[in-house]
């Protein structure tokens, strides 16, 4: 069974850089692509970027400026570093495997972790 | 705004049939996936493709696509249908992918 879970600060500083980590178990991210997604309190779901299991990396274009992925293969986990951050950051992030097939299809989300960026 | 359009808020009597619509011109190209999401939890994929259910979403949820719209119908929409539910492509580009701006579903 396939299971991802978010990890990282749950309070961030205004101008700071936010780090989260994805630990996935029960599929390998050598294999599929993997994404990460945000969710404002009670807002929608905004498509933040993904790392493919070659370790290409594409990125909204809203966010392409301060957004990095990156991979741990030996540790099975990606990484999403998102800097400058201000309030307009808080949100729900959710890391996701993907899966292709000319579209993006989410097969598998983990729980969400809540950043808030406050000072 | 999202390249992504959808209806903000849909409604159902029990029972009945209710169609939710997602909008773009990616859609003429690229299919569309959507998503179920409940109060305080994470989404779930209910349709992906053409019309294809994951394992364990009921036969009561089903996809189609026309022109520049995907759709997704609930055939006798139950009480527990009751969610926001997103589309997902790619976007106008072909490069990057989106989300629309979510339907909230109101069951009657």
């Known amino acids: 069974q396939v299971q991802l879970q978010e990890s990282g600060p749950g309070l961030v500083k205004p101008s700071e850089t936010v780090s989260l980590t994805c630990t996935v178990s029960g599929a390998s991210i050598s294999s599929y692509y993997w994404s990460w997604i945000r969710q404002p309190p009670g807002k929608g779901l905004e498509w933040i970027g993904y790392?493919?299991?070659?370790?290409?990396?594409n990125y909204n274009p809203s966010l392409r400026s301060r957004v990095t992925i990156s991979d741990d293969k030996s540790k099975n986990q990606f990484s999403l570093k998102l800097n400058s951050v201000t309030a307009a950051d808080t949100a729900v992030y959710y890391c996701?495997?993907?899966?292709?097939?000319?579209?993006?299809?989410?097969?598998?989300w983990g729980q969400g972790t809540l950043v808030t960026v406050s000072s | 705004s999202s390249e992504l359009t959808q209806d903000p808020a849909v409604s159902v009597a029990l029972g009945q049939t209710v169609n939710i619509t997602c909008q773009g011109d990616s859609l003429r190209t690229y299919f569309a996936s959507w998503y179920q999401q409940k109060p305080g939890q994470a989404p779930i994929l209910v349709i992906f493709?053409?019309?294809s259910r994951p394992s364990g979403i009921p036969h009561r949820f089903s996809g189609s696509n026309s022109g520049n719209t995907a759709s997704l119908t609930i055939t006798g929409a139950q009480a527990e249908d009751e969610a926001d539910y997103y589309c997902?492509?790619?976007?106008?580009?072909?490069?990057?992918?989106?989300f629309g701006g979510g339907a909230k579903l109101t069951v009657l």
């Open positions: 493709g053409k019309n």
């Open positions: 996701a495997r993907v899966l292709w097939s000319g579209h993006p299809i989410f097969d598998y």
């Open positions: 790392i493919d299991y070659s370790g290409r990396t």
């Open positions: 997902n492509s790619r976007d106008s580009s072909g490069d990057h992918w989106v």
